[in-house]
């Protein structure tokens, strides 16, 4: 079903794969390597198809998941080991936060659930997406639920903690601009109105799959994880707008002028670049919505 439904909505973005067999030990299953094979895609938005296919979820069933949600942010709230997150519960508790994000005045859409930069396909010639793939844990969230998972492809965390790509501000603004474009929005208060919730509904997908445990098919339990995860504190701890250059190994051995044009001065101290290539861009945010027509 989350296949053929994830069909309908992207098209193309999702493979018809062709299963070949397995590799590996016949008599253990969990040692084997399945083998399957699809044709090359071709990709357009992905998250604005799921903004111009919502889907129709019943009165009853948004009660029910929003209940549910209510439980684990009063769990938040109690727990002192995760106080940092107390002002955005809070937020969330609020008119806009989950009785707006569950309703019907706001779009249901399939999400994948497991976007990492691994299940993301990208054309290596335009950068573009060229197919999502991996829908096991597909499920109806609210529209942005899972657009924390562009987060994690904007920067890296060596020690001693999480440094933002220095394009991050321009891949962040190729993605709301292919968006806008996609679904027909100009400029305009309209615009803002319709970004707010899904970045708030972001920071609860995001706080759902770092503070909680889950079961098997991705739904948070009400059982809190034994410390708090160290990206969701990197994350959460600073503003996201905040755009940081990430220090290369390979730059701190290069000669001044190497550094300086890669955004280091002589003296190691971190400068902005303005780095827009395609190549830099990618790294910053593979799933930045670019459209290609």
């Excluded at 209510?70 to 709230?77: R, S, Y």
């Excluded at 002002?87 to 990492?116: A, C, K, R, W």
């Excluded at 965390?157 to 891949?171: I, K």
Aim: glycine share 8%.
């Amino acid at each position: 079903m989350n296949t053929s439904l994830a069909r309908y909505i992207h098209g193309d973005l999702v493979p018809q794969s062709a299963y070949h067999g397995k590799l590996g030990d016949e008599k253990d299953d969990k040692k084997n390597l399945l083998i399957y094979t699809m044709p090359y895609l071709q990709g357009k938005s992905y998250f604005a198809r799921c903004w111009l296919k919502p889907q129709v979820v019943s009165p009853e069933v948004l009660q029910q998941t929003k209940a549910s949600f209510k439980i684990k942010l009063a769990i938040l709230k109690s727990s002192e080991k995760f106080a940092f997150l107390h002002g955005i519960v809070t937020e969330l508790e609020g008119e806009s936060g989950i009785s707006h994000l569950f309703s019907n005045e706001y779009p249901q859409v399939l999400n994948h659930m497991d976007l990492p930069g691994t299940n993301i396909l990208v054309n290596p010639e335009s950068f573009a997406i060229s197919g999502v793939i991996d829908r096991s844990l597909a499920s109806i969230q609210p529209f942005g639920y899972e657009l924390w998972a562009s987060r994690g492809m904007s920067g890296a965390m060596p020690e001693p903690g999480w440094h933002d790509y220095c394009s991050r501000g321009v891949t962040e603004s190729a993605f709301w601009d292919g968006f806008w474009h996609a679904i027909g929005i100009k400029e305009g208060q309209e615009r803002l109105d319709i970004q707010r919730p899904p970045l708030l509904a972001s920071k609860l997908g995001l706080i759902m799959d770092f503070t909680f445990y889950r079961t098997l098919d991705g739904n948070p339990l009400d059982e809190l994880k034994d410390s708090p995860a160290r990206y969701l504190g990197e994350w959460l701890g600073s503003p996201w707008s905040q755009v940081l250059p990430i220090r290369h190994p390979a730059v701190e051995d290069a000669p001044a002028e190497a550094q300086e044009a890669s955004g280091e001065t002589a003296e190691g101290q971190k400068v902005a670049t303005t780095d827009t290539s395609p190549v830099a861009c990618t790294q910053a945010g593979i799933a930045a919505e670019t459209v290609k027509e």
